[in-house]
């Protein structure tokens, strides 16, 4: 357990400056409740860290030793672009009115899905009699967009209903990941409109100082970064994962 307590006030002042002008017409303290909050974990740079993505989210540093975080305090030196929440897409068979994918397939082999996952080219899947279950269609997924040159696997299946799903590899509504066609498409569970899905994600750019208190009812789990600076400054709080 740790007390986090905040001391300080923003103060605005008329005239010039603080030596040229009357005394502060507007002073907001800035609190974390009212005498601090308790956390189980607390996690902080020792120096500035470097941040080279200006292209691509990637995870922030230090907060996957927290998995419910409460309190996230930043501080740039230039303009970083924070994401909270975000997503990957999840394409599963079944969903939103589709008829579910039955399993054994029944395949006797030459069916086809035609897949695509985000900005890369469509990818032709062409099953045998051999997949039959849903996890043997994943790797069969997987397989053709190996043999096509893209590094993502998104062939999975889901948790609880069995049924075979597709996910793209990056966060935010950008990201999509669909199922254009096929003679398997409405066997797997993927017949209209179950034909695609995005990604999710709040991006807030933040100019240098950044600090939110989410609280424990309603704690981030997962927050990303875009941008280039040298220095980024880190003070984070919540559970322990």
Same mark, same amino acid.
């Given at each position: @357990?740790?007390?986090?307590? !905040? ?15 009357p ?9 974390? $409740?009212?005498? $601090? ?11 500035? &860290? ?21 309190? &996230? ?6 303009? !970083?672009?924070?994401?909270?929440? $975000? ?7 079944g ?29 032709t ?33 889901a948790s ?5 799903? &597709? ?11 669909e ?15 179950n ?8 991006? !807030? ?5 950044? @600090? ?30």
């Amino acid at each position: @357990m740790a007390n986090l307590e !905040i001391h300080g006030q923003i103060s605005v002042v008329d005239g010039c400056s603080p030596h040229c002008g009357p005394t502060a017409a507007k002073i907001q303290p800035i609190l974390v $409740g009212c005498l $601090g909050t308790y956390y189980n974990e607390v996690v902080s740079t020792d120096v500035p &860290l470097s941040v080279n993505s200006p292209a691509e989210f990637i995870d922030v540093p230090l907060l996957d030793q927290i998995q419910n975080l409460e309190f &996230l305090y930043v501080f740039a030196n230039a303009p !970083i672009t924070y994401r909270f929440g $975000g997503n990957i897409p999840e394409l599963i068979g079944g969903q939103n009115g589709a008829a579910p994918g039955v399993f054994p397939t029944g395949f006797v082999g030459g069916e086809t899905l035609e897949c695509k996952n985000n900005d890369f080219p469509p990818v032709t899947v062409t099953f045998t009699a051999a997949d039959q279950s849903a996890a043997q269609c994943a790797n069969a997924i997987d397989a053709a967009f190996a043999l096509a040159s893209q590094s993502e696997r998104p062939g999975f299946v889901a948790s609880g209903s069995g049924q075979l799903g &597709l996910r793209g590899f990056a966060t935010g509504e950008e990201t999509t990941v669909e199922v254009l066609g096929g003679t398997a498409q409405v066997a797997l569970g993927f017949g209209d409109p179950n034909v695609i899905a995005r990604g999710s994600g709040d991006d !807030i750019l933040v100019y240098g100082l950044g @600090m939110w208190e989410f609280g424990k009812d309603n704690p981030q789990t997962k927050v990303q970064i875009r941008g280039v600076a040298s220095q980024l400054t880190i003070l984070a709080a919540g559970s322990a994962a």
